[in-house]
């Protein structure tokens, strides 16, 4: 068998699976040209590249061709089908994904698929592409598509990115329990995408906000995530027959990124609710075009805060009242600015942000990248981490050794509050690791051991120890992008 086929069948990557039918056509007898461009769909050019690739191997009569007899058993090899599970055992195992999942944020504005839809989205992906060594980015995933489509073909890699903290840790610890290969990482999209994932996907599958602020955000990131100009983004949308120009709107969005509708499945997706569209929504096929990448900068930067249709992050969402606003200067002695936690944070003095449209998550995330001076944060009374005391004291135990917090509520009519976070002055691991949360945690944690020694820890010594606390997929991340379960857990192995 001809090591250029494997090869050329390795370039085209996730592409592969239709060359691999021509592969296995070739194998079984003579076919023209015109027949095997015809009945596989594959481009002819593409066609004969695989013949070339199969130099000596390949025999023709006229017009036809076929793989040569002594070589069919190697090729066929090529082209067996893989390992199947049957439908009703996927679909029982989907059923149990589902019974355990958060149920989804109405800040948020997302709605479940169904379990049939699970399998639909899983056994499509596995049948257009060769997901064999590829890896799928989810651009959000509270429909667990990156469980549905790693429990049928569990040698898929995957990375779901999610600005929900309960669906990261939902489907982390799933994914382990089953073995699954899918990493797990936090994002709000309009402030960025993890290092890490950008530029790493064959595969990109996002469930957006059905606006079309939302789609071009969602879309946008995508296109950021994909390695290779070849990668494909597929994307689930609905609209009502009653409102075409919504549906309008949002397809000019998708042109605005130029990428191109390479399929449209109608009513492929199914929801438990969304009964506005029809408890529907179409699945997209789209790939880039040499000016996808530039768009979507561009796109990123034009963004406007409110993606969703529902909630404090809603394009009807109105603007912080200018009382609350008041408190939290006066309480922090300075004006807000713009939150941020994707880059690190200088400050000489206090700072206060305004966190009113915090979906829940951004609080933490905020005080995890704030500077060792005094933080103000602006947030609804009825927050998740300031309305009672469990959530109080889950936030003081993720920053304690960084911050002291205080908590402020009921101000602005009862409707608002602000957390103080004071500086604690005393050194120690924690705290260096809650400090410079944007390096890599691997570097930052080995420092920090080394110096905590007093220097005697060599290098090695200090890397060895680390190893043994922690996973090495978590230790090549920021500690900022990993999801807040993760870093209790680094955290906690560092004290």
């Given at each position: 068998?001809?090591?250029?086929?494997?090869s050329?069948?390795?370039?085209?990557?996730v592409?592969?699976?239709?060359?691999r039918?021509?592969?296995?056509?070739l194998?079984?007898g003579?076919?023209?040209?015109?027949?095997?461009v015809?009945?596989?769909?594959?481009?002819?050019?593409?066609?004969?590249?695989?013949?070339?690739?199969?130099?000596e191997?390949?025999?023709?009569?006229a017009?036809?061709?076929?793989?040569a007899?002594?070589?069919?058993d190697?090729?066929?090899?090529?082209?067996a089908?893989?390992?199947?599970?049957?439908?009703?055992?996927?679909?029982?195992?989907?059923?149990v994904y589902?019974t355990?999942?958060?149920?989804?944020?109405?800040?948020?504005?997302?709605?479940q698929?169904?379990?049939?839809t699970?399998?639909?989205?899983?056994?499509?992906?596995?049948?257009?592409?060769?997901?064999?060594?590829?890896?799928?980015?989810?651009?959000g995933?509270?429909?667990?598509?990156?469980?549905?489509?790693?429990?049928?073909?569990?040698?898929l890699?995957a990375t779901?990115?999610?600005?929900?903290?309960?669906?990261?840790?939902?489907?982390?610890?799933t994914?382990a329990?089953?073995?699954?290969?899918?990493q797990?990482?936090?994002?709000d999209?309009?402030?960025g995408?993890p290092?890490?994932?950008?530029?790493?996907?064959d595969?990109?599958?996002?469930?957006?906000?059905?606006?079309?602020?939302?789609?071009r955000l969602?879309l946008?990131?995508?296109?950021?995530?994909?390695?290779?100009?070849?990668?494909?983004?597929i994307?689930?949308?609905?609209?009502s027959?009653?409102?075409?120009?919504?549906?309008?709107?949002?397809q000019?969005?998708?042109?605005?990124?130029?990428?191109v509708?390479?399929?449209v499945l109608?009513?492929?997706?199914?929801?438990?609710?969304a009964?506005?569209v029809?408890?529907?929504?179409?699945?997209y096929?789209?790939?880039?075009?040499s000016?996808?990448?530039?768009?979507?900068?561009?796109?990123?930067r034009?963004?406007?805060?409110?993606?969703?249709?529902?909630?404090?992050?809603?394009?009807?969402?109105?603007?912080?009242p200018?009382?609350?606003?008041?408190?939290?200067?006066r309480?922090?002695?300075?004006?807000p600015t713009v939150?941020?936690?994707?880059?690190?944070?200088?400050?000489?003095?206090?700072?206060?942000?305004?966190l009113t449209?915090?979906?829940?998550?951004?609080l933490a995330?905020?005080?995890?990248?704030?500077?060792l001076?005094t933080?103000?944060?602006?947030v609804?009374n009825?927050?998740p981490?300031?309305?009672?005391?469990?959530?109080?004291?889950a936030?003081?135990?993720?920053?304690?050794?960084?911050?002291?917090?205080?908590?402020?509520?009921?101000l602005?009519?009862g409707?608002?509050?602000?957390?103080?976070?004071?500086p604690?002055?005393?050194?120690?691991?924690?705290r260096t690791l809650?400090?410079r949360?944007?390096?890599?945690?691997?570097?930052i944690?080995?420092?920090?051991l080394?110096?905590?020694?007093?220097?005697?820890?060599?290098?090695?010594?200090?890397?060895?120890?680390?190893?043994?606390?922690a996973?090495?997929?978590?230790l090549?991340?920021?500690?900022i992008?990993l999801?807040?379960?993760?870093?209790?857990?680094v955290l906690a192995?560092?004290?």
């Open positions: 068998m001809a090591d250029s086929v494997t050329y069948l390795a370039a085209r990557g592409h592969a699976r239709p060359l039918a021509v592969l296995g056509l194998t079984e003579w076919h023209s040209l015109d027949d095997l015809r009945t596989t769909a594959v481009p002819r050019r593409s066609v004969q590249e695989l013949l070339t690739a199969l130099g191997d390949a025999e023709n009569d017009d036809s061709w076929r793989v007899r002594s070589g069919v190697g090729y066929r090899a090529l082209t089908p893989r390992p199947d599970i049957p439908d009703a055992e996927l679909a029982a195992a989907y059923e589902l355990g999942v958060p149920a989804p944020s109405r800040a948020l504005d997302h709605v698929a169904d379990a049939a699970m399998l639909r989205r899983a056994r499509w992906l596995d049948q257009t592409y060769d997901l064999a060594g590829a890896r799928l980015l989810c651009v995933d509270h429909d667990l598509t990156a469980l549905a489509v790693c429990t049928l073909r569990p040698e890699s779901v990115v999610d600005v929900d903290e309960r669906l990261l840790e939902y489907v982390d610890r994914a329990a089953r073995g699954l290969d899918i797990c990482r936090y994002a999209f309009r402030f995408l290092p890490s994932t950008v530029g790493t996907a595969l990109v599958f996002t469930d957006p906000p059905y606006t079309p602020e939302g789609m969602f946008a990131r995508a296109i950021e995530s994909l390695r290779d100009p070849d990668g494909r983004a994307v689930a949308y609905g609209y027959d009653r409102t075409p120009a919504l549906g309008l709107k949002v000019q969005e998708i042109q605005r990124l130029g990428l509708f390479e399929a109608p009513a492929f997706n199914r929801y438990h609710g009964q506005a029809g408890s529907a929504s179409d699945l096929v789209l790939q880039q075009t000016r996808s990448s530039r768009l979507a900068e561009s796109a990123v034009e963004l406007v805060s409110g993606i969703y249709t529902h909630g404090p992050q809603s394009i009807e969402a109105g603007g912080t200018p009382a609350a606003l008041a408190e939290l200067t309480l922090t002695g300075v004006a939150p941020s936690w994707t880059d690190p944070v200088r400050a000489n003095g206090p700072v206060a942000y305004d449209a915090d979906p829940g998550s951004w995330r905020v005080l995890l990248a704030g500077p001076e933080v103000g944060a602006l609804a009825n927050h981490s300031v309305a009672d005391q469990r959530g109080q004291e936030l003081s135990t993720l920053l304690h050794g960084k911050y002291t917090l205080t908590y402020h509520r009921s602005a009519a409707r608002h509050a602000v957390v103080l976070a004071t604690v002055p005393t050194d120690s691991i924690r809650l400090s949360t944007h390096g890599k945690l691997s570097n944690w080995r420092e920090a080394i110096a905590d020694s007093g220097g005697t820890l060599t290098k090695r010594e200090a890397r060895d120890q680390i190893t043994a606390l996973p090495p997929e978590d090549d991340e920021r500690l992008d999801p807040l379960h993760r870093i209790h857990a192995a560092a004290e």
